[in-house]
Every structure is written in C-alpha cells, then in structure tokens.
C-alpha cells in the first residue's frame, strides 16, 4: 500500500489549503483514509476521517466547522479543504489508511497500518 500526500504550503491567516492522499495497492475498497498532523515539539493528532466505502467522517473539534474531509472513489484520492487557516494549524499534514478500524476508531493508537509522508502547512500571521 502506497499512500501519497500533496497540497501543503505557506497560506496566511485566514486562508484556505486543499490537500491531496492518493492510495494504491488496497487489497479491498472498504478501508479508512486518516488526516493527522504535527506541530512542532507536539504529538500526533488524527484530526478526520473517512470511510472510503460508507462515505462517513469524522472531524476533531479543534477543525470542526473550518476542514472538509472528502473522497473521489474514482480517482482512490482523499481531500481535506482547509479553511479559515489559524497559525495553530501549522504542522506536518500526514494521510494514513486503516484498512481494518472504522473511523473514528482509525484515528487512535496503532489504528492505522500505512502511512505517507508528509506535507508541511505553514500559517502565517
């Protein structure tokens, strides 16, 4: 399983980021695709989740109401719109599939078994 992730950059306060999960190489269509980020001397959040099959999402509260997590099935690529940027945004985007865990679930320990690397998300003040 491969699992690549785009979109991150320099946005500033306010402003919206579009990232991209692109996976391959899943032995089913019924897995979960995860959104997690880290910011500098911080831990690992899962912040959304989708079901790739069922359609279902989840969203911490911290990007409740500003991220949108989506899937286009034919293209086996996972968005996440980021709106409303806030400096405490800023952190390493990753994207992670759960091919057995069902979110949100999938977002807790060990719940994912692949990871990409990932994208950095600047917000500037």
């Known amino acids: 399983v491969q699992l690549q992730a785009s979109g991150g950059g320099l946005v500033q306060v306010g402003g919206s980021l579009r990232l991209s999960c692109t996976a391959s190489?899943?032995?089913?269509?019924?897995?979960?695709i995860g959104w997690f980020r880290q910011a500098p001397g911080k831990g690992r959040l899962g912040i959304s989740c989708i079901g790739r099959k069922d359609g279902s999402t989840y969203y911490d509260r911290s990007v409740k109401g500003r991220f949108a997590i989506s899937s286009d099935n034919a293209r086996n690529t996972v968005y996440l719109q980021m709106n409303n940027l806030k400096p405490e945004d800023t952190a390493v985007y990753y994207c992670?599939?759960?091919?057995?865990?069902?979110?949100?679930?999938?977002?807790?320990?060990?719940?994912?078994?692949?990871w990409g690397k990932g994208t950095q998300v600047t917000v500037s003040s």
């Open positions: 190489g899943f032995a089913s269509d019924d897995y979960q």
């Open positions: 992670a599939g759960a091919p057995i865990f069902r979110c949100p679930n999938a977002l807790g320990y060990n719940g994912m078994s692949y």
